[in-house]
């Protein structure tokens, strides 16, 4: 619990402005979310109906007709993470948070560590996630557990390198699109 508030006293206050913004963002990410991830388990459960009462294995040559589940929900989770990540750039909003919410130029000490934070998770996730899935399916004497973690780090060295380019690219295209907001308020002011 240290650590978060540790973090909050880091990031400084929240500004209500952005905080409203943000969550009026948020609730359309949620939407896609849940109403996409909603009709895509709906298409699943089809999917395997039609399956069984055909007597049609989906797992098969046959089965290569289908267009599969876990694609539909990978756009589903495309469209959901990346639509509000656009209107946030658009809205000129990088976070509710003072302390950033107004830079000029990319804080590139918070760029690092949330890169850093984003790395470490991808690469325990994906070592981890490998190794869960090797124990059950060639059980726990046949884990390689080097290789496992090998590919753990590859993963959080690569999610550090597009951390680093995500995030300070939407700084920069947030500090852009607020400074020709603030532009056009200015011109229709004179």
Same mark, same amino acid.
Not at 143 to 152: C, K, R, T, Y
């Given at each position: 619990?240290?650590?978060?508030?540790?973090?909050?006293?880091?990031?400084?206050?929240?500004?209500?402005?952005? %905080?409203?913004?943000s969550?009026?963002?948020?609730?359309?990410?949620?939407?896609?979310?849940?109403?996409?991830?909603?009709?895509?388990?709906?298409?699943?459960?089809?999917?395997?109906?039609?399956?069984s009462?055909?007597?049609?294995?989906?797992f098969?040559?046959?089965?290569?007709?289908?267009?599969?589940?876990?694609?539909?929900?990978?756009?589903?989770?495309?469209?959901?993470?990346?639509?509000?990540?656009?209107?946030?750039?658009?809205?000129?909003?990088?976070?509710?948070?003072?302390?950033?919410?107004?830079?000029?130029?990319?804080?590139?000490?918070?760029?690092?560590?949330?890169?850093?934070?984003?790395?470490?998770?991808?690469?325990?996730?994906?070592?981890?996630?490998?190794?869960?899935?090797?124990?059950?399916?060639?059980?726990?004497?046949?884990?390689?557990?080097?290789?496992?973690?090998?590919?753990?780090? %590859?993963? #959080?060295?690569?999610?550090?390198?597009?951390?680093?380019?995500?995030?300070?690219?939407?700084?920069?295209? #947030?500090?852009?699109?607020?400074?020709?907001?603030?532009?056009?308020?200015?011109?229709?002011?004179?």
């Amino acid at each position: 619990m240290s650590l978060i508030k540790k973090w909050e006293t880091y990031m400084g206050p929240k500004d209500e402005r952005l %905080v409203a913004e943000s969550n009026r963002i948020m609730r359309i990410g949620y939407t896609i979310l849940l109403a996409g991830t909603a009709l895509a388990l709906y298409y699943g459960l089809m999917l395997t109906q039609v399956a069984s009462t055909t007597d049609t294995p989906i797992f098969t040559a046959l089965g290569e007709r289908v267009f599969p589940l876990d694609k539909v929900l990978l756009i589903v989770f495309v469209l959901g993470t990346f639509i509000p990540c656009g209107m946030f750039m658009r809205s000129g909003i990088t976070t509710e948070r003072n302390r950033y919410a107004q830079v000029d130029y990319v804080p590139w000490n918070y760029v690092v560590q949330v890169s850093l934070l984003c790395a470490l998770i991808i690469g325990v996730l994906s070592a981890g996630m490998r190794i869960v899935a090797e124990i059950q399916i060639v059980g726990l004497g046949q884990v390689a557990w080097i290789g496992d973690i090998a590919m753990g780090f %590859v993963f #959080a060295g690569m999610g550090f390198a597009i951390g680093m380019v995500a995030i300070s690219a939407s700084f920069k295209a #947030a500090i852009e699109n607020r400074k020709k907001l603030d532009e056009e308020l200015d011109d229709g002011l004179l």
